[in-house]
């Protein structure tokens, strides 16, 4: 028997419990279902417009969609001011960032982002056969640019992951800094600046829509408010010469019928868009609210979720695991300085009253559990 060639194995870097599915979590846990707070989704559902069109493509379902994604890419470039041939439509950001790095990283080049980051970017960087330059959050949790341009001058340039607002920190960077970031960079640097939570700052702190610049593309996606998180589709906005690299290694067929449609429909529906995201800033503030009263921290926000600080990775652990156990899925970052943190995401208003009820109840054994160890520990 001849050998077979064996898989590259690429299983380091991305901690694979960290990408468990609320489904398979709850098939190991014997649960029914869980209650979804963990993976940024809408609450809210996608848009009536969405809806009607996702309907009206439905029979169609035995054609492909159209390979050029045509529609909705002149409806993203008019939304944008920029002309169609600056826009590319992807399966995702998730799929729009396997393009760039395999449009852009050669073999050695290093690729940097935060540690700790949204995983998919190391994961396409590893299944490229690179390896992924960390660069710590600062103590204050924000993604540290200063800490970014000084490796990428060590390093001698290389692809950035910028995502801004950030997950899992949701802080964010205005469009100034991130201009005086490009300029602060070395040469042969290119930046991913990935968008997914962009609708979600606050009006005078939203970035221009027509901005491009021959060292960065731009990712934004119909993931998050729109509602649209199962189809798998989303964007990217770079120059045209960015965006015909990209363009050249896209599968023909890799935007199904059911995403063009909605997401065009959603384009137009910027009333239900706009509803979402108020909704979402509400329910942020009633997060923050309810961990003021509990005793937690919180960190700032401008995303659909909020990390709850609970001081230290082992009580966060614990506190996760507790609420998996009281049937709710959240997550927790992986690395410090945010580790002690668990990441909450906007529920409907029934799922954030059954959130705060179990969080109380696990505070409350939490406390009572650290008197009994201090009182156990006096002489
Ligand atoms: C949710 C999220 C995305 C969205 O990815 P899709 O593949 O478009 O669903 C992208 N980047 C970050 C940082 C996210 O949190």
Same mark, same amino acid.
């Given at each position: 028997m001849k050998r077979a060639l064996q898989p590259l194995g690429f299983t380091q870097g991305v901690a694979p419990a960290a990408l468990l599915g609320p489904e398979e979590i709850a098939r190991r846990l014997g649960a029914r279902g869980l209650i979804r707070l963990g993976s940024n989704e809408s609450p809210f559902g996608p848009g009536p417009k969405a809806l009607a069109a996702i309907q $009206?493509? +439905?029979?169609?379902?035995?054609?492909?969609?159209?390979?050029?994604?045509? #529609?909705?890419?002149? %409806? *993203?470039?008019?939304?944008?001011?920029v002309p169609i041939d600056c826009v590319a439509v992807g399966a995702g950001i998730d799929d729009l960032l396997g393009w760039v790095v395999r449009a852009f990283l050669s073999?050695?080049?290093?690729?940097?982002?935060? $540690?700790? +980051?949204?995983?998919?970017?190391?994961?396409?960087?590893?299944?490229?056969? #690179?390896?992924?330059? %960390? *660069?710590?959050?600062?103590?204050?949790?924000?993604?540290?640019?200063?800490?970014?341009?000084?490796?990428?001058?060590?390093?001698?340039?290389?692809?950035?992951?910028?995502?801004?607002?950030d997950n899992p920190s949701g802080s964010s960077w205005d469009w100034g800094d991130v201009e005086a970031f490009l300029d602060a960079l070395p040469d042969d640097v290119f930046l991913i600046h990935d968008e997914a939570y962009a609708n979600f700052l606050?009006?005078?702190?939203?970035?221009?829509?027509?901005?491009?610049?021959?060292?960065?593309?731009?990712?934004?996606?119909?993931s998050k408010e729109y509602g649209l998180a199962g189809l798998?589709?989303?964007?990217?906005?770079?120059?045209?010469?960015?965006?015909g690299a990209l363009d050249a290694i896209r599968l023909l067929y890799g935007v199904n019928r059911l995403a063009q449609a909605a997401a065009l429909a959603s384009l137009s529906d910027s009333v239900f868009m706009e509803d979402v995201v108020a909704r979402i800033a509400m329910a942020r503030d009633e997060y923050h609210a309810?961990?003021?009263?509990?005793?937690?921290?919180?960190f700032p926000s401008e995303t659909n979720f909020v990390l709850f600080d609970f001081g230290d990775a082992e009580r966060a652990r614990s506190a996760l695991e507790s609420l998996l156990r009281r049937g709710i899925h959240v997550r927790k970052p992986a690395a410090p300085p945010l580790d002690g943190c668990?990441?909450?995401?906007?529920?409907?208003?029934?799922?954030r009253e059954r959130f705060a009820e179990e969080l109380e109840a696990i505070v409350a054994d939490d406390k009572m559990a650290?008197?009994?160890?201090?009182r156990t520990a006096l002489p």
């Open positions: $009206r493509e +439905a029979a169609l379902s035995h054609r492909y969609g159209d390979p050029a994604c045509f #529609a909705l890419r002149e %409806a *993203v470039a008019g939304h944008h001011g073999q050695g080049m290093s690729a940097i982002a935060s $540690r700790g +980051a949204f995983p998919t970017f190391e994961m396409h960087v590893n299944g490229f056969g #690179a390896s992924l330059t %960390a *660069v710590p959050y600062r103590s204050d949790g924000r993604t540290d640019l200063d800490g970014f341009v000084h490796v990428a001058k060590r390093c001698g340039g290389g692809l950035i992951f910028l995502p801004n607002p606050s009006a005078e702190h939203r970035f221009p829509l027509d901005t491009l610049d021959e060292r960065m593309v731009r990712m934004r996606t119909f798998r589709v989303g964007y990217a906005l770079g120059t045209p010469k960015v965006i309810l961990a003021r009263r509990l005793g937690l921290a919180t668990i990441r909450v995401s906007v529920g409907t208003p029934a799922e650290e008197g009994a160890a201090r």
